[in-house]
């Protein structure tokens, strides 16, 4: 894998060097020429490096060579950025002596030369000019040993200056992965999904059995999403398994995939119960997604709450027959591989976009690349998008490679797949070797692994023309699109990687790269700690205590993550660790403690200078030291579902470089500590609490021109000036998506309502937003342009606390899906056309319901609205879901449409005790599933009519 030491970083803080600040320093220590001699010599082994990448498959001491290259260079790229970041903490120093009355006079009576002469300055210049003799002479050392490589370095460069290296830029706008040849299977497996034969047993296993790679996964993904599988089971559920086969885990996910919810009992037995219950009456299919476990018995105790409606059915993946045999009333179905003839027509798609090669003049070299990708498609698609927009040459050296021989002992990676990687451009083979770090199955979230991919200096600041975020995620679609990772099946915005895919991750990223998981120990691995860059663990199984004792060894580590593999995971690491921990790790670019059991952050970490990530997710610490204001290459802070957080430190407003400051839902947290509007790199900022005085002022927003996605702003009631509401110019933050405005709770005297309406009106947001939440407002009336046409992207709108605004107008929101009221003065609404989910909560000015309800909606919830007495209109026929809970007083309803709602899914009527004692009457609506009427002032013996209907299959 070593090809990937030609890190762009190395070149990029190269070119740094050339900076106005960083040549100052370099003058000032008289190590220019020194640097200039580096830069020469890295130059010719980049050149060398260019033949080298497919002679070290074949040639052992080429892998050595590689090998100490790319510790070297990991060297190379420390040293460089502790002088960009010396020069920075000079700057910043020198800003903040001339920014003082004090500091102003020292300067003029202090010559600049005297402070050039101080202590630490001058141990700097002596340590920076003995790291790099150090360095140049191992360079020049393996520069003389690239004989052995067979190597002509001349030709090499020559080649280079006149290659064209621009390659086709990939988008996200391609198709999916086509899904060719697998008709027949998907008929034969839905037979037994839908047939009858098994409709009398509460629940049957269809296994779906082949090699890795031949689609298993693609299959029950299509049979998942087919139209008449939707229609026959009430409820679907999709679970990835993989190796960890824990009873308790598999029950928890299953748990939440099918209840929605993230907290789950606290005990096995509590947790099957609920389970049990949440699946009786209901046909459900629930697929498990990649599954290993071949004891009987652990199968056996998962499937005890697995029981529902007759017809209800498990789809299980596998790669193991005798997976199959450990359970009972299974039907197998074997997943071959692809015809010659399916397989041509995928690779045909993957790279010519035709139907097949027909008068092709590559099918002769088509029909020699599918018998070496051996029917899988994993690997025809992938194979595919290597030759996409190649010729018959490039075509002709693909399949004389030597990778296809190649023997490594790694049976589980297929010769296409380091093809594939091969393939790839060099700042993309970084990012997938990255990827090693997490585990199987992993769900990726493409924002938060691009904050990782840029802490680490995978992607260069150099291309202006793009943020280092969108570049990251334009790299990310690029992995997707030549289906190095794919969508996840969950959720559109998750993503996961083949498991044949994340074997060759592992293979690629080397001895640099360390995931430890619980089939590993991290104690007795001297010998690999010290080689060790990136190290990630896993949340231990049994809640063991991690005390990372050998790390303490490993003095060149970038990377600390822990990598929680369900949403409930903890990882068990005490304070007492951090403390001895942190001082180790002066070379730190990512340390994470999300989901640690941590309480106090250590003063040293404000020592790690080269840290540009910092994660306490979901952590217990109550404050963050001081002494991280000294982390002034600090791109990211994290410290997301605090609740015991109460303090953030003054001196962030030295931390020029953080552009995202995720502070959501931290309650304790009460002010901002950004200072007035200086961290103007700041792209994530989640809140802002407005203050008087000398505090943060909502004018402060102003200079924060770069923010983006979503941003709270909380105590609008004391803004007394509108002019600065409107200096925050929000309409000019065309990067926010989702808005919030906040007043305060309390409505006394204090409260100027006149001075809120205008203020809401001074704070006009960009039109292009999608979210919007207004809380505890005052004013009279709505702003002006809640009514503006211009508003055209807004889908979501919730109104709270409101309590003077008493109409609603939101006929100017074409593509607004969800409209939610709660405790707010409403009267009247015009509901806009687009509306889908339509919530009112606790509006108790409001006697009756007379609204023209769109055709769009599909989901009503009407709760504790204590004076509503009439619900006049016809409901739509679109309707899915109606709730209506605790209107006390709610007396008549238009049960006399019931029949027409043939959506209806599920309908509650519950505490509602003045309705009219003879509903409901008429037919019921065909396709109901779910029906509470009750906690009325009758039982339901006494009631006029028939209350639970034949087709019925949950009755409350």
Known sequence: ????????????????????????????????SQLEKLKTKWTYIEAVLADASEKHITQ???????????????????VLDDMATESLRRKLNDELRGSTSTGKVLKKIIPNFCTNLSPHRMMYGRKMRSMLAEITEKLNGLYENKNMLGVDINTILALRSNRNFERLEETSLLDESPVLGRE??????????????????????VCIVGFGGVGKTTLARLLYNNEKVKNYFELRAWVCVSNYFDVLAVSKAIYQAVSGEDNTPPSKNHLQEVLKEKLSNKRFLLVL????????????????????????????????????????????HNLEILSDEDSLSLLAKSAINEHNFDNHPLSSLAQDIIMKCKGLPL??????????????????????????SSDDGEGDILPVLKLSYYDLPLHLKKLFAYCSLFPKDYLFNKNKIVLLWMAEGFISESKRTKTMESLGCKYFEDLLSRSFIQHSTKNESEYIMHDLMHNLAISVAGEFFFMLDDKMNVNGRNEDFDKIRHFSFLDQPYDEFINFKELHKSSHLRTFLPVPVTWWSRFNTSDHVLVKLLPQLQLIRVLSFNECSIEKVPQSIGSLKHLRYLNFWHTKIKEVPKQVGELYNLQSLLVCRCSELFSLPVSFAKLINLRHLDMSDTPMLDKTPVGKGGLTSLQTLTKVFIEGANAFKVSDLKGLVNLEGHISIVGLEKVTDTQQAMEANLEGKKGLVSLEMKWGEQFDDSRNLRRECEVIESMRPHSKLNKLKILNYGGMKFPSWFANPSFDKLTELTIEWCINCTHFNGNAYPLLKYLKFFKSGLESLNCPNSVERLEIWKCNSMTSLNLSLPSSLKVLKIMLCYNLELIHDELPSSLEVLDIWQCMNLKSFPHEYLQSLTYLKEMRISFCPSMDDSFPCGLWPPNLKFLRIGELNKPMSEWGCRITPPHLLNCG
């Open 184 to 205: 027949k299977d998907e008929a034969a497996v839905l037979e037994k999904l839908l047939g009858d034969e098994s409709c009398n047993q509460n629940v049957s296993v």
């Open 379 to 404: 690997a025809l698609i992938a194979i595919g998008r290597v030759l996409k927009g190649k010729g018959n040459d490039e075509w002709d050296k693909l399949l004389k490679s030597e990778i296809w």
């Open 1 to 32: 894998m070593a090809e990937i030491v030609v890190s762009s970083a190395v070149t990029v803080l190269f070119e740094k060097l050339l900076s106005g600040d960083l040549m100052k320093l370099i003058r000032s220590e008289k190590i220019e």
């Open 289 to 332: 997604d990649d599954v290993w476990n071949e004891d009987h018995h652990k199968w056996k105790d998962l499937e005890k709450p697995l029981k529902g409606a007759p017809g209800s059915k498990i789809i299980v993946t596998t790669r193991k027959m005798k997976v199959a045999s450990t359970m009972d009333n299974v039907k197998c």
């Open 60 to 78: 052992e001491s080429v892998k050595v060579w590689l090998l100490d290259l790319h510790r070297l260079a990991y060297d190379i790229e420390d």
